[in-house]
């Protein structure tokens, strides 16, 4: 073994152990998230459980501790509960977001207050989501949970990258290659906690230099990156617009495709015989073609007019033969975005998936996905208080998404636009109307 390697391991060994100890200390502390010791009881709720069908009616649902404790039709509020009386309102999980890249917390308070609970990063310098993770997680600052990925893995990674693991400083300037070097970035992805790898098998669509087709990595390469992120426990998500990188990395035994323009059938199929999850983000090819938003370049909207009705295409043939899909947004959630969850939904049912499976690709699939389908996605005993409360019913209309009015995480409230009482405008009462 080389003094290089030798030195990478010690270090890595080091930074592991450096982590496992703060753990211990930081879960060994009692930081409860605010709210979540007050029982809360919803009244004349109209439920949505994607684990189920239709709705229950007039149902009474119990919080305690950031935790369901009973949904029951017609039921009362426990004596010493907070009662919020719904009014016949809909009661909906949160929305788990699979694709973002938020790396602020202004970013994640905006997601949240969209209805996002749930948010998987798929890229952000300095391992900001980690950091982003860690606070929400523990309490400390008011938030969605976050799954991490850290950097993007691709021939050249961002520079960041290298100040944060200097260890790899050989490779900086030059293209990542070859299973070893795959295996290295992986393993610096590990050290610092991440819950996903994530790897461009494509080009990018959203710069205008670039062309979403062309593959960046070998099946070989990808297989090593999968394989070294396996030992860790993680699963790899991989960015692939052209059906070649795409196909390599399915082949390759990623656990999601991101977007998934060009693929064909052929690859669509191999998804639905490994359990590849598609998660499209149809919404931001769209940002592509208007100006504002995200996007806004004269060669990007070209591209984006094409694009478009490929990726509705390949997404409506992959739900078709039985590709698991879900929902995501892959914006920052920053000043100047224009996208939402619900505008995914919005596509979905634009393509044929009915609105039940909609919701469920933004709750009970995506939750499957993320590994967190045992305690989060649905409204049902057991599972965590991520609630959402809609004016109308998103069965008739997918669109009222759009118009959130209540927001839970985790217990704690979030967001609360039911009740806006007289009393309380400017702080002084206001005479009724005539």
């Known amino acids: 073994m080389s003094s290089i390697t030798s030195a990478a391991t010690a270090s890595r060994r080091f930074r592991l152990a450096r982590n496992a100890c703060f753990l211990l200390v930081f879960l060994a502390s009692p930081t409860p998230a605010a709210g979540q010791s007050e029982t809360i009881a919803f009244t004349g709720a109209s439920v949505i459980?994607?684990?189920?069908?239709?709705?229950?009616?007039?149902?009474?649902?119990?919080?305690?501790?950031?935790?369901?404790?009973?949904?029951?039709?017609?039921?009362?509020?426990?004596?010493a509960a907070r009662a919020i009386d719904l009014g016949g309102r809909f009661l909906v999980p949160g929305l788990i977001d699979a694709h973002v890249h938020i790396g602020t917390l202004e970013a994640a308070r905006r997601a949240l207050q969209s209805g996002v609970t749930t948010a998987r990063s798929m890229g952000a310098g300095f391992f900001a989501d980690v950091g982003l993770r860690e606070l929400f997680r523990h309490g400390e600052l008011e938030g969605p949970e976050i799954l991490a990925a850290g950097y993007h893995v691709r021939p050249r990674p961002a520079e960041g990258l290298f100040l944060d693991e200097p260890g790899l400083g050989d490779l900086l300037g030059r293209d990542v290659r070859g299973p070893e070097a795959m295996g290295r970035v992986a393993r610096?992805?590990?050290?610092?906690?991440?819950?996903?790898?994530?790897?461009?098998?494509?080009?990018?669509?959203?710069?205008?230099?670039?062309?979403?087709?062309?593959?960046?990595?070998?099946?070989?390469?990808?297989?090593?990156?999968?394989?070294?992120?396996?030992?860790?426990?993680?699963?790899?998500?991989?960015?692939?617009?052209?059906?070649?990188?795409?196909?390599?990395?399915?082949?390759?035994?990623?656990?999601?495709?991101?977007?998934?323009?060009?693929?064909?059938?052929?690859?669509?199929?191999?998804?639905?015989?490994?359990?590849?999850?598609?998660?499209?983000?149809?919404?931001?090819?769209?940002?592509?073609?208007?100006?504002?938003?995200?996007?806004?370049?004269?060669?990007?909207?070209?591209?984006?007019?094409?694009?478009?009705?490929?990726?509705?295409?390949?997404?409506?043939?992959?739900?078709?033969?039985?590709?698991?899909?879900?929902?995501?947004?892959?914006?920052?959630?920053?000043?100047?975005?224009?996208?939402?969850?619900?505008?995914?939904?919005?596509?979905?049912?634009?393509?044929?998936?009915?609105?039940?499976?909609?919701?469920?690709?933004?709750?009970?699939?995506?939750?499957?996905?993320?590994?967190?389908?045992?305690?989060?996605?649905?409204?049902?005993?057991?599972?965590?208080?991520?609630?959402?409360?809609?004016?109308?019913?998103?069965?008739?209309?997918?669109?009222?998404?759009?118009?959130?009015?209540?927001?839970?995480s985790d217990g704690t409230i979030a967001l609360d636009r039911l009740d806006f009482r007289a009393d309380a405008i400017g702080g002084r009462r206001v005479p009724d109307a005539d």
């Open 49 to 79: 459980d994607p684990g189920t069908a239709g709705v229950l009616s007039n149902a009474t649902v119990v919080v305690r501790d950031g935790v369901i404790v009973s949904v029951e039709e017609g039921g009362e509020a426990p004596a």
């Open 188 to 408: 610096a992805m590990l050290d610092r906690g991440v819950d996903f790898v994530k790897v461009n098998a494509t080009e990018r669509a959203g710069l205008p230099e670039t062309d979403p087709r062309k593959p960046f990595f070998t099946e070989d390469e990808l297989s090593a990156l999968v394989a070294e992120a396996a030992e860790g426990g993680v699963p790899v998500a991989a960015h692939a617009h052209g059906d070649r990188g795409g196909r390599a990395a399915v082949a390759a035994g990623v656990r999601s495709i991101e977007h998934g323009t060009y693929l064909r059938d052929e690859t669509l199929r191999l998804m639905r015989e490994r359990g590849t999850y598609l998660v499209p983000t149809i919404a931001v090819v769209s940002d592509l073609t208007v100006p504002g938003g995200d996007y806004d370049d004269p060669v990007l909207q070209v591209r984006g007019r094409h694009m478009l009705p490929r990726v509705r295409e390949t997404a409506a043939a992959a739900h078709a033969l039985g590709v698991p899909i879900v929902a995501a947004t892959d914006t920052g959630y920053g000043s100047e975005s224009v996208l939402r969850m619900s505008h995914e939904l919005i596509e979905f049912t634009g393509i044929g998936i009915s609105e039940i499976e909609a919701i469920r690709a933004a709750t009970t699939v995506a939750a499957e996905l993320l590994g967190i389908a045992d305690r989060t996605g649905r409204v049902a005993p057991g599972f965590e208080a991520d609630l959402l409360v809609l004016d109308r019913n998103p069965l008739d209309d997918i669109g009222q998404y759009q118009d959130v009015l209540f927001v839970m």
